[in-house]
């Protein structure tokens, strides 16, 4: 993949597909300790330990339409190229937690890609589940979550066709106003 955005679109349509309500990411970046870290949690149907163990090879996959799965595996082999790692804890019932780190100095890390696309593409796109977006760049953050959309829509549907772009631009001009990298 060749951006951020796109794996954490991945990692979160694994989420839906796991048939989690609520799903949290948290994407942190702090230049001057070079680290950045993708965090993404769901209440879905887990993973028992023998999946997880087995999770980032790409011949590993729940889909029943294909026999390879090359999301995690992609994310993990990026990661570790800047030094960085992927953890992965899971239980099944309970939901699963994913992070993957980065050094973003590191000239093979990606770039963040289209975020606010692809948050409120998410936001708009999926109205049954529960989602909270936080952006974190040093010590100033940014949260925007499905509930608060829901309230400041006053009863427009957030999956109706105007909301999508001024979503987007509420993400665009936050991460902005908070200098996060793009």
Do not use: W
Not at 52 to 73: A, H
């Amino acid at each position: 993949m060749k951006d951020l955005s796109l794996h954490l679109l991945d990692i979160v349509q694994n989420s839906i597909a796991a048939q989690a309500s609520r799903i949290d990411v948290i994407l942190e970046v702090d230049l001057k300790f070079d680290y950045l870290a993708l965090i993404i949690s769901d209440n879905g149907k887990g993973m028992d330990a023998e999946f997880l163990q087995q999770i980032t090879s790409p011949f590993t996959t729940s889909r029943t339409t294909r026999k390879v799965g090359l999301g995690i595996p992609l994310l993990m082999q990026n990661a570790e190229r800047t030094g960085g790692n992927l953890e992965i804890t899971s239980t099944v019932g309970r939901g699963t937690t994913l992070k993957a780190t980065f050094h973003p100095n590191h000239i093979d890390c990606p770039p963040m890609g289209d975020l606010a696309g692809v948050t409120a593409q998410l936001i708009c796109s999926f109205p049954s589940v529960s989602f909270s977006f936080t952006f974190k760049n040093g010590t100033a953050e940014y949260t925007i979550t499905t509930s608060e959309l829901v309230e400041a829509l006053e009863g427009i549907p957030i999956n109706n066709t105007s909301v999508f772009p001024l979503v987007k631009q509420v993400i665009d001009s936050s991460l902005e106003e908070l200098r996060f990298p793009v």
